[in-house]
């Protein structure tokens, strides 16, 4: 088109009383056959990053299987994650369980049954948009509680995984995931009431951090529940105004 005519029809919007266009295709795309490949090249991208995500966990469940860690000549099954890989949310709990160690997978137990019907009233569920894994990747004998040399050698590799999985919220469960995670030595009940973020040099990463009940400790000790459906609707309140499921 012609700069004169471009002139015109412009002169012509603006006497109609319109001063503005909104375009549905982005000025840097000049027509269909550019949107399509654009759009292809996005999806290219997804697909790659999934791919690289999955390959990157494969390596770093080899790199925590042949770590120094005492636990794992005593446990049954190596106890690495369950949920969604994409997921925008992702849970970290303390180690495994008696059921998770007959298993091999994280929160299948009763404390995990709980932990799954809480969540799942603010619409997450692991199956479609939560990922879950625990500080430490077997469980300690008898279920104590694991000690700080276990936790030290560790606690790296959780760094690592929250790494591959960027995800934009940490819901941390309990004492023990919570200060490790967090370097701090406050106790839930102060955590909870915080804005946290985890924050790591390496990666530079931020991520924001809800901190709450360990459901076992809710299991041990029920009258606590009301405190964790306040910090379950913050959770969700959270997640809606960020678009996070
Ligand atoms: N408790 C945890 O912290 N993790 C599990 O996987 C099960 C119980």
Not at 79 to 93: A, E, L, T, Y
Not at 113 to 122: C, S
Not at 189 to 211: G, H, T, W
Request: proline share 4%; aromatic share 8%.
């Amino acid at each position: 088109m012609k700069v004169k005519n471009i002139k015109s029809f412009i002169d012509f919007y603006r006497y109609m009383g319109i001063s503005t266009c909104i375009s549905s295709i982005p000025r840097s795309v000049k027509n269909e056959k550019q949107l399509k490949n654009s759009k292809k090249k996005e999806l290219n991208i997804n697909e790659k990053l999934v791919k690289n995500k999955k390959n990157s966990l494969e390596v770093l469940k080899k790199e925590i299987k042949s770590c120094e860690c005492g636990l794992k000549d005593i446990a049954t099954n190596f106890v690495f994650s369950d949920g969604k890989q994409d997921s925008n949310v992702m849970v970290i709990g303390e180690a495994p369980g008696a059921e998770e160690d007959k298993i091999g997978k994280p929160f299948v137990g009763q404390a995990g049954k709980l932990l799954d019907k809480m969540l799942l009233f603010i619409g997450l569920d692991r199956k479609t948009n939560f990922y879950i894994t625990n500080l430490v990747f077997w469980r300690p004998p008898g279920n104590r509680t694991p000690n700080r040399q276990e936790i030290e050698i560790c606690l790296p590799f959780t760094k690592k995984h929250i790494e591959i999985i960027k995800p934009k919220l940490l819901i941390l469960l309990g004492n023990v995931a919570s200060q490790s995670i967090l370097k701090t030595k406050e106790g839930i009940n102060i955590i909870r009431d915080k804005d946290n973020f985890y924050e790591d040099e390496l990666s530079k990463m931020k991520i924001p951090v809800k901190a709450t009940f360990h459901p076992a400790y809710l299991l041990r000790n029920p009258y606590e529940k009301k405190k964790m459906w306040d910090d379950l609707l913050k959770i969700n309140a959270y997640i809606s105004k960020n678009n996070l499921i």
